[in-house]
């Protein structure tokens, strides 16, 4: 089986303060531009400086210096800044930062997992030194949900007791490398008494895997992110599908990409589904009809 996976990824690197700079995947981005005219929205978090119109739709603006802990930019500062535009989680929002550098090509396995001493808050999911630079990737997902803190809505949502009962039964593994993301997932599964394994990344999630199936309870349903240090969500479909030792799992993955492009790459590699995150209903039927294949 030849690897569609090996996809050079493409990361923006900017800057928020001094020389450190940090990255974002590319295929988050819709546009770069400068700051425009923007309207104040009263009652937003401090970090929401304002909105602006993009392509027709209103559009949050966050400093996003501010909202990870640098001081906010000044007046004159916010004039030579740069707006980027991002669709993360079904959500346009505009991220204004100080410095738009360059666009580099990457592969996710050069990536390093950020050291645990940073915290739980260190807004970083991994790491990658570019000649002797090392460029922070944000964790946006975290950042999202310190502006725009709310609940999984996963109580509202409904299954049958034989869908739960069916769901218990099997053995799912959850893996994604930002905190938020395991906790959305984590709720919509403990709210329903649903066990499951979960793990930081896809280097662990493969071996999990590999020792489940030698040890006779094989992974059922593999749930994984696709941008993560080391071995990201593609290239762990691509291998899990090209082990022929392996049980095959129903492999649905969950990303905070809104792009043709990811669900093209995910059929590519050998997965069943690719969902946009975040939406708890959707999660759990995709895990059902990964049930009806693996029963």
Excluded: C
């Excluded at 896809?202 to 489940?212: M, R, S, T, V, Y």
């Excluded at 969950?254 to 792009?259: K, Q, R």
């Excluded at 995910?266 to 995150?277: F, I, P, R």
């Amino acid at each position: 089986m030849s690897n569609p996976s090996h996809q050079a990824q493409k990361l923006l690197l900017f800057g928020l303060s001094g020389q450190k700079s940090f990255a974002i995947g590319t295929l988050k981005i819709r546009e770069i531009m400068p700051l425009p005219q923007l309207t104040k929205l009263p009652h937003s978090h401090p970090s929401v400086i304002g909105t602006t119109t993009f392509r027709g739709s209103a559009v949050p603006v966050i400093d996003m210096g501010a909202a990870v802990g640098y001081p906010p930019l000044t007046r004159e500062e916010l004039q030579q800044s740069s707006v980027i535009v991002t669709d993360i989680q079904r959500k346009e929002i505009g991220f204004v930062v100080r410095s738009v550098r360059k666009i580099i090509e990457a592969d996710w396995k050069q990536v390093k997992t950020p050291p645990s001493a940073l915290g739980k808050r260190a807004f970083v999911t991994g790491l990658l030194d570019i000649e002797g630079e090392v460029i922070q990737l944000m964790d946006v997902e975290l950042l999202l949900s310190m502006v725009y803190p709310s609940a999984v809505a996963a109580d509202e949502v409904v299954l049958t007791d034989v869908q739960r009962e069916t769901l218990k039964s099997l053995n799912i593994l959850l893996v994604d490398d930002s905190q938020v993301a395991r906790k959305q997932l984590s709720d919509v599964l403990d709210s329903k008494d649903i066990p499951y394994f979960v793990t930081t990344n896809g280097d662990e999630a493969l071996q999990i895997l590999l020792n489940a199936g030698t040890e006779g309870r094989p992974i059922d349903i593999l749930v994984s992110d696709i941008e993560m240090p080391g071995l990201d969500g593609y290239e762990l479909a691509f291998q899990v599908r090209d082990n022929g030792s392996l049980r095959q799992p129903y492999i649905i993955l969950h990303t905070s990409l809104n792009s043709e492009m990811s669900v093209s790459y995910a059929n590519q590699v050998g997965a069943n589904e690719a969902l946009t995150k975040f939406d708890a209903e959707e999660l759990l039927q995709a895990m059902l009809r990964g049930a009806e294949q693996s029963q």
